[in-house]
């Protein structure tokens, strides 16, 4: 994906996240609201610093972890703990990013 398509799906996700917590997760009572709304907005800033910082790509692949984030989303869904599905994705996310990086030769 190109750099500018990483800001602009970065942005927009950030954006939505940012609406999000005005109006769906205004309160913490519903945890599975926050961490659903904080994963879409840590997804939209992986994105955003992949478009934003192309180098980085060697040290760790950014635009990996929101896929990760989205099969913890998934998981936490089905087994109705948004909570921990968010969190095992976004670890998911960081090792998928971490072993996906460009390697220098």
Known sequence: MSHRGCT?????LV?????GFLT?????RHTGEFFAV????????????AGVYP?????????WLPPGVALGFVC????DRVAVGVCSGAALGVL????RRERSA
């Open 76 to 79: 936490g869904a089905a087994a």
């Open 15 to 19: 954006v939505a996240a940012l609406a």
């Open 8 to 12: 602009a799906i970065g942005t927009v």
């Open 55 to 63: 180098q980085l790509s060697t040290v760790v692949a950014l635009q």
């Open 38 to 49: 904080a994963g879409v907005f840590v997804s939209g800033l992986a994105f955003l610093g």
């Open 96 to 99: 998928l990013a971490w072993f």
């Open 24 to 28: 769906v997760a205004d309160d913490i």
